[in-house]
């Protein structure tokens, strides 16, 4: 067991005591016997995707858990929140687009230490390409980071046949993995699970940098894109009809 997942059973330990659940509580909300909960408590198994999932379901921070950081929520996900389903791809394109300029005029490629370069690329990928492209979000992960899949193996500690399986979507993945996953390229276990518009933590963080005159100019913009984007949209319904 490496010290990424050592951190995230830690972790768990913490979040069980300060809601001061016992265990039965727990495995009831992973959807595990008391039992096996007992056991990924202490290691001895390794939390699989399903049960990262049900704990996810039950208001509990997947993210959290596993990567150790919270990510608080921004203005991006109001706006988000608040786009119709219809035309979020469409909205995202903008949001990803409106903090590259953000970055470019405010040079905070950088923040604390960690590149957000290739967090910004999955989120261009997910935005501009995936609609029309069915590889998996691991392939998209690793297009970001520009490697290589022997690069990409090594980087999860696995074989390189067993990630061209997890690639292909023919194998699935356990929180150890994803906790390695975090530890060695930077991406949380969400953007795994929900591949969707939804996650946007990685602008959320870079969104905090900005001073708060840069985020109001920004702001504008994407609250006049949203409208567009919308009007667009009932343009469209209404050519249909």
Same mark, same amino acid.
């Given at each position: 067991?490496?010290?990424?997942?050592?951190?995230?059973?830690?972790?768990?330990?913490?979040?069980?005591?300060?809601?001061?659940? /016992?265990?039965?509580?727990?495995? #009831?909300?992973?959807? @595990? =016997? #008391?039992? &096996?909960?007992?056991?990924?408590? #202490?290691?001895? =198994?390794?939390?699989?995707?399903? +049960?990262?999932?049900? %704990?996810?379901? &039950?208001?509990?921070?997947?993210?959290?858990?596993?990567?150790?950081?919270?990510?608080?929520? =921004?203005?991006? /996900?109001?706006?988000?929140?608040?786009?119709?389903?219809?035309?979020?791809?469409? %909205?995202?394109?903008?949001? @990803?687009?409106?903090?590259?300029?953000?970055?470019?005029?405010?040079?905070?490629? #950088?923040?604390?230490?960690?590149?957000?370069?290739?967090?910004?690329?999955?989120?261009?990928?997910?935005?501009? +390409?995936?609609?029309?492209?069915?590889?998996?979000?691991?392939?998209?992960?690793?297009?970001?980071?520009?490697?290589?899949?022997?690069?990409?193996?090594? &980087?999860? !500690?696995? =074989?390189?046949?067993?990630?061209?399986?997890?690639?292909?979507?023919?194998?699935? @993945?356990?929180?150890?993995?994803?906790? @390695?996953?975090?530890? /060695?390229?930077?991406?949380?276990?969400?953007?795994? %699970?929900?591949? !969707?518009?939804?996650?946007?933590?990685?602008?959320?963080?870079?969104?905090?940098? %900005?001073?708060? !005159?840069?985020?109001?100019?920004?702001?504008?913009?994407?609250?006049?894109?949203?409208?567009?984007?919308?009007?667009?949209?009932?343009?469209?319904?209404?050519?249909?009809?």
């Amino acid at each position: 067991m490496g010290s990424a997942y050592e951190g995230v059973l830690q972790r768990l330990q913490m979040y069980r005591q300060k809601r001061k659940l /016992n265990q039965k509580s727990m495995s #009831q909300m992973m959807g @595990v =016997t #008391q039992s &096996h909960y007992s056991k990924l408590e #202490q290691g001895k =198994t390794i939390i699989s995707a399903e +049960e990262l999932k049900n %704990f996810d379901s &039950h208001g509990c921070n997947m993210d959290y858990l596993l990567t150790g950081e919270e990510c608080e929520e =921004t203005i991006l /996900n109001h706006y988000l929140g608040v786009c119709k389903k219809e035309i979020k791809s469409d %909205f995202l394109q903008l949001m @990803v687009w409106t903090i590259e300029q953000g970055i470019n005029i405010s040079g905070k490629e #950088q923040k604390n230490g960690m590149d957000y370069t290739k967090e910004i690329r999955l989120l261009r990928y997910s935005a501009f +390409e995936k609609e029309t492209d069915s590889r998996t979000i691991w392939y998209w992960m690793r297009k970001a980071s520009d490697i290589t899949q022997d690069k990409m193996a090594q &980087h999860l !500690d696995i =074989t390189t046949k067993r990630y061209r399986e997890i690639e292909k979507g023919r194998l699935g @993945v356990n929180a150890e993995l994803l906790a @390695v996953l975090y530890q /060695n390229l930077g991406y949380p276990p969400s953007v795994v %699970f929900y591949e !969707d518009v939804q996650n946007i933590s990685s602008l959320n963080k870079v969104w905090q940098k %900005f001073d708060s !005159d840069l985020q109001k100019e920004l702001e504008v913009f994407l609250k006049a894109g949203l409208e567009i984007c919308n009007r667009n949209q009932i343009q469209k319904q209404n050519q249909e009809e």
